[in-house]
């Protein structure tokens, strides 16, 4: 994602609703057609590696904000079936079916706001749960829907989110923009989910993104 940041601003000036519309009507740069084009890369086999570690080819593996597929399509080609995935632009399932094929077949999917999908998923649906820029766009409104992915999380959860530039207040929750209409809302992933009773196992800082690893406390 292109980073074309303006400053930080309060983190309720956008309305969620309004968030949840930019991306389900979403075309060109960062819509479903876009990812699908970019194809799997360095993420998705950081991810593959850490997916691997933890839990076993046949787990249940759920990402949100799944678009196109194109991390859990780098999945389904290393021998993992169990695949679901979660986005609020329903573009992204014509767009899977055209670039994975065999991931559209072979995977679970559902066009919804993560907000409303997570809420229906039983406790520990999912040996592991990971986002992919997806967690930095939920407006803080939603912030409960974090607590319903730890609950749905039994063994390993993953976040890859833009963490804010160095000099970003990430004592709460504040907000930049992308090309001044796509909010990002920067959390500090570790605290937010060791808040909700996980340890986190692993962190790569990168030049865009912060990946961190988490593993319930109970383990």
């Known amino acids: 994602m292109r980073r074309d940041y303006a400053a930080p601003a309060a983190s309720g ?5 309004h968030v949840r519309r930019q991306w389900a009507e979403r075309s060109g740069e960062y819509s479903p057609a876009y990812y699908a084009y970019r194809g799997p890369d360095g993420t998705s086999e950081s991810l593959r ?11 249940p593996v759920l990402e949100v904000g799944c678009s196109a597929g194109r991390h859990l399509a ?3 080609r290393h021998g993992f079936e169990d695949l679901t995935g979660v ?13 994975y094929p065999a991931l559209a077949e072979a995977g679970t999917f559902r066009v919804a706001a993560i907000e409303d999908a997570a809420a229906g998923f039983a406790d520990d649906r999912f040996a592991a749960t990971y986002s992919v820029e997806t967690l930095q766009h939920l407006h803080p409104d939603a912030d409960g829907t ?4 730890a609950r749905v999380t039994e063994s390993l959860l993953v976040t890859v989110e833009n963490e804010g530039d160095a000099g970003t207040d990430r004592s709460g929750t504040s907000v930049t923009y ?15 989910f060791t808040d909700l009773g996980f340890v986190q196992v692993d962190v790569s800082v ?10 319930p406390a109970r383990d």
């Open 146 to 149: 974090l607590a319903e992915l």
């Open 13 to 17: 000036d956008v309305d969620p609703h």
């Open 178 to 192: 992308v090309d001044d209409d796509l909010p990002l809302y920067h959390r500090n992933w570790a605290e937010v």
């Open 49 to 59: 590696e850490t997916v691997e570690r933890y839990v076993a080819p046949e787990a």
């Open 206 to 215: 990168g030049e865009r993104d912060t990946m961190r690893t988490f593993r």
């Open 87 to 99: 986005d609020v632009n329903a573009d992204a399932l014509e767009v899977m079916a055209e670039a």
């Open 74 to 76: 780098h999945l389904h």
